[in-house]
Each structure stands twice: as C-alpha cells, then as structure tokens.
C-alpha cells in the first residue's frame, strides 16, 4: 500500500499558477505510475494528468494539455502538478493517485491508493 498526501492547493486568480505536490510513503514509490485526478461537487472524479514511473511518459486531459505539467522526483518520494493559466473551470479536490506495476493510465479505476485530495480555487 501507497500513501499519499496531497499539498499546494489554494484560491488563485484566473491566469495565476500553483503548483501542487504529492508526497508518498510506503510501498517503493520508484514502481508505480502516479495519476493526478480532479473532483467537484455532484460530478465523477475525472482524469488530469499521470506519468510512468521512469517519468518518460505522460498524459494529459485535453483541457489541460499545454497549461498543466505533470512530474515526478523518484529519490524524493514525491509527484507534482504544475499548473499554469489557470481558469474558473479548473476549481475542484485534486486528488492523487498510484498504481502499481509503473505503467501511467488515465482511467481511474486502474489506481488503488489515493490521497485526501487538496482543493483548488481559481476566482473569476
């Protein structure tokens, strides 16, 4: 089992940038994918971002792609998710996730460990 906690959200401007971090403890967090997911009220829990555990590859929603970046630091036990040009419509729980076995999806039913999730809030 991974755990996983979530930090670095908070209210933004639109067009402002946070940058949230994921640190984990654990299972050896060098053999799992990490997956960035998002979440608001009354809406499923939908797909952000998420990188293989060499951190060679990665995927992005189409919402996000050229605004968010996804990375990792395997000696620090820790995934982050820079985000950029931020709008109205990104506010949501951004929640943190693994799955085992290294290789990064977008669909979250392949991830088994998540966070508490960390709220983000970008004002109009």
């Known amino acids: 089992q991974v755990q996983l906690v979530e930090s670095g959200g908070g209210l933004v401007q639109t067009g402002g940038s946070l940058r949230l971090s994921c640190a984990a403890s654990?299972?050896?967090?060098?053999?799992?994918?990490m997956g960035w997911f998002r979440q608001t009220p009354g809406k499923e829990r939908e797909f952000v971002a998420a990188i293989n555990w060499r951190g060679g590859t990665t995927y992005y929603e189409d919402s996000v792609k050229g605004r968010f970046t996804i990375s990792r630091d395997n000696a620090k036990n820790s995934g982050y998710l820079q985000m950029d040009s931020l709008k109205p419509e990104d506010t949501a729980v951004y929640y943190c996730?693994?799955?085992?076995?290294?290789?990064?999806?977008?669909?979250?039913?392949?991830?088994?460990?998540w966070g508490q999730g960390t709220q983000v809030t970008v004002s109009s």
């Open positions: 996730s693994a799955r085992r076995g290294g290789i990064a999806s977008t669909s979250l039913h392949d991830y088994v460990d």
């Open positions: 654990g299972r050896t967090f060098s053999k799992i994918a």
